[in-house]
């Protein structure tokens, strides 16, 4: 992915400039000024106090606008980001004071979170470059402590036993290597093996608890799994010196979309979490480019190409005997079964039953009839948004339900910057005080607030940071 993909797509540099037109260049300066000053003006404003809900008009975000209210608007809504930045930096630094073992609510959203957020006025940022800003330094920080960690429990493993925290702790792994834009190293390759290892027979990654909201659900495991597994063969830079990795994961990779196929579509009533709905889109985006060419190859009809196909080499000269037509890891009933499955077009009708459990209040609860949670809302609606084909959507911000669900967001957020959610799950480790507000809750409202602080900032910008680069298009060998 692109840092402009990844940005948004909307970058202005000077070589984009016209000297043509002086008066709206000098138009744009006044308008800039003016909003440096409207910024700075709230920036003054005591930290502990909240900005009064007026104070942010959502009607008015816009990225085009140019409006001193619609510029303040902003600025007030910056004011909440950063409150939610500090509160996350800070629970991020104490961690690893009191634990070893990584986590998803202290390194892996807290990193989706600073990643939401990059400096959209820095130099880097307007030459299209990716920035960490202030967060460079914690970025590395939260690298270096997973690798550590996961690399100190992986030594103990056997090939098939899995993490502590089985999928879901493989998944968000895999997922902070690639939001993190790390260079994969030894770390990287010991846990995509071990994603390989551990795959269960019917394709899925199983879960080791239910602690709804979060961590619930193995739909959500599987997309984490897949997303990983996307970013890592994207970042091999000669795939033809690794066919035989190459064909583990795109085996891996089929599996799970097999599994996924074979399971009920949720409707509005159905007792489906919030968490698996959202799953369920991220594991369809991630895949959509397979289906795609497996269509595709399949109305090409007896002359189509043989994917995984491979030429023999000393390094694998087995790999041309395996090889079968179209895709090689699945048998003509199978290959069947995932056609029709590409051809039913799902997507839009989870979109909509998702859209549909949104309470009155603007949030969404873990399940239909539940009362709203910070978590189940951000999630819902960085999930709604980022699945979506972000080159072409037009902007989100104007649609009812992200802004209800935006104002429920601003709504709920604590004067410390955090918020509140309360777990409803049986603890499965043992209780430890991190620093965080929310005593007992705090690793669930940690994780939370990093959701919730990455939608804000996704309507700061008015620009689509996806979860993930879609996946790469499977066109051919390796």
């Given amino acids: 992915m692109s840092t402009q993909e990844s940005m948004g797509g909307r970058i202005c540099t000077p070589a984009g400039v016209s000297r043509r037109f002086p008066i709206q260049i000098f138009l744009a300066g006044v308008a800039l000024f003016s909003a440096l000053q409207a910024q700075a003006q709230v920036h003054a404003q005591s930290p502990g106090k909240d900005s009064k809900d007026s104070d942010l008009k959502l009607e008015l975000f816009d990225v085009q606008a140019d409006r001193v209210d619609a510029m303040e608007n902003r600025a007030a809504l910056k004011i909440r980001i950063a409150r939610g930045i500090d509160r996350i930096s800070t629970g991020v630094d104490n961690y690893p004071k009191h634990r070893e073992c990584f986590s998803c609510h202290h390194q892996a959203v807290p990193l989706f979170a600073f990643r939401s957020y990059q400096t959209p006025d820095s130099a880097l940022f307007l030459f299209g470059e990716q920035s960490w800003g202030d967060q460079s330094e914690r970025r590395e920080r939260i690298l270096d402590f997973t690798r550590k960690s996961l690399a100190r429990e992986m030594s103990g493993l056997q090939a098939d036993q899995e993490l502590g925290g089985r999928g879901m702790t493989l998944g968000y792994a895999l997922w902070t290597m690639s939001v993190g834009l790390a260079d994969w190293g030894k770390t990287g390759d010991d ?15 199983r879960i080791h608890s239910v602690r709804p909201p979060a961590a619930s659900s193995e739909m959500m495991a599987t997309a984490l799994v897949v997303s990983g597994l996307n970013h890592y063969e994207a970042s091999i830079k000669d795939p033809a010196q690794h066919q035989r990795k190459v064909r583990e994961i795109r085996k891996s990779i089929y599996r799970a979309v097999l599994w996924r196929s074979r399971q009920p579509e949720p409707v509005s009533t159905a007792p489906v979490s919030t968490e698996d709905l959202c799953g369920t889109l991220w594991l369809d985006y991630e ?43 699945l048998s003509d009933s199978e290959l069947e079964e995932l056609l029709r499955f590409a051809g039913q077009g799902r997507t839009k009708e989870l979109r909509d039953v998702l859209q549909k459990r949104q309470n009155l209040d603007g949030g969404w609860g873990y399940e239909p009839g539940r009362e709203s949670d910070a978590y189940s809302t951000a999630t819902a609606l960085l999930f709604l948004v980022q699945t979506r084909d972000y080159k072409k959507a037009r902007s989100y911000v104007t649609n009812p339900w992200f802004r209800n669900g935006l104002a429920y967001l601003i709504r709920t957020q604590k004067d410390d910057g955090s918020w509140h959610v309360s777990s409803i799950a049986n603890p499965v480790q043992e209780y430890f005080d991190n620093g965080d507000p929310h005593e007992t809750d705090q690793f669930l409202s940690m994780q939370a607030t990093g959701w919730a602080v990455a939608v804000l900032a996704s309507a700061y910008h008015n620009a689509l940071f996806p979860l993930s680069a879609p996946a790469r298009r499977l066109v051919g060998p390796p």
């Fill in 287 to 329: 895949t959509a480019s397979i289906l795609e060419v497996l269509r595709f190859q399949a109305m090409m009809g007896p002359s189509r190409p043989e994917v995984g196909n491979f030429p023999e080499s000393p390094e694998s000269p087995e790999l041309s005997d395996l090889a079968k037509p179209m895709v090689p890891y």
């Fill in 191 to 205: 846990l995509v093996q071990k994603a390989i290892d551990t795959q269960q027979a019917d394709g899925r990654w």
